[in-house]
């Protein structure tokens, strides 16, 4: 079970990496399976303005934790990875149903604190607070298998 919600952690991060940055920084295109696994939607609502400077310094981070994190993915992970996209299943679902080692898991974790304190440390206290309020306002997402509350 623990493995299973670290899986979810992963797959998590990815999505909010994409939906953070969405919101942050221009949308770029490629044809690796995790870059399009980590989503090519942009999400709705409010965006934080940035400087072009901001921008691309994001984009470098995004790309190195991509880099990052495509290194850690086994190759049987990265081919159920693309044929999962390829069959069109969703990005969370995919990247959930990838079994990480607790290595893997230690990894990604490490990769995703860090590119989150590499991206807020680029914005001002202003922009750092519109991305409080963008994270307190978005829906919390449910746990797989888990029913709601009433």
Do not use: C, Y
């Amino acid at each position: 079970m623990k493995l299973k919600n670290l899986s979810l952690i992963a797959a998590a991060f990815a999505l909010s990496l994409t939906a953070t940055s969405s919101r942050v920084t221009a949308q770029t295109t490629s044809a690796s399976p995790l870059i399009i696994a980590q989503g090519q939607q942009q999400a709705p609502g409010p965006r934080i303005q940035l400087s072009d400077v901001q921008k691309t310094e994001i984009e470098k981070i995004r790309l190195d934790t991509r880099s990052r994190i495509e290194k850690i993915f086994t190759a049987k992970q990265k081919k159920q990875l693309e044929a999962s996209m390829k069959a069109g299943q969703p990005a969370q679902q995919a990247l959930s149903s990838l079994k990480f080692t607790p290595q893997q898991q230690t990894q990604l974790r490490d990769i995703m604190q860090s590119s989150q304190q590499k991206v807020e440390a680029l914005l001002t206290p202003e922009q750092k607070q519109q991305l409080v309020q963008m994270r307190q306002n978005r829906p919390q997402q449910q746990p797989q298998g888990s029913q709601p509350q009433r």
